[in-house]
């Protein structure tokens, strides 16, 4: 059974770091394409992606977070990193870990969502304070 473990989450102020993890367990692809990569949800809003990374390596990042968040994999760990920087209040939500072998950062589908991804973490809270 596929597991991802997210930690890292905490409080900080703005403009502060935070680097979140992603244990992922018993995730296999046939094709070995796969693409994996963090989701958040603040109260009252709708999952949105943050940033994706795929086999290649390529990457994907929603425009409110680029050149503030680095995400990378340690193919060796089985580990997904987030690398948070210049935190905003705006940052605020639950983040996820996801995964998925169905596509990769090159072949989104187009219109994609969080319900593309068929493996999800339980989450781990960020919390930027002003």
């Known amino acids: 059974q596929v597991q991802l473990v997210e930690s890292g989450g905490g409080s900080v102020q703005a403009g502060g770091s935070l680097r979140l993890s992603c244990e992922i367990a018993?995730?296999?692809?046939?094709?070995?394409?796969?693409?994996i990569g963090w989701f958040r949800q603040a109260p009252g809003q709708e999952r949105e992606g943050v940033a994706l990374i795929d086999n290649d390596d390529n990457t994907w990042y929603s425009d409110s977070v680029k050149g503030r968040f680095t995400i990378s994999q340690d193919n060796a760990k089985n580990t997904l990193i987030l690398q948070m920087n210049s935190l905003k209040p705006e940052d605020t939500a639950m983040y996820y870990c996801?995964?998925?072998?169905?596509?990769?950062?090159?072949?989104?589908?187009?219109?994609?969502?969080?319900?593309?991804?068929?493996?999800w973490g339980q989450g781990t809270q960020v919390a930027v304070s002003s």
């Open positions: 018993r995730f296999t692809s046939t094709s070995n394409r796969y693409c």
């Open positions: 996801v995964a998925d072998s169905s596509f990769t950062v090159s072949t989104l589908p187009v219109g994609w969502s969080a319900e593309y991804f068929g493996y």
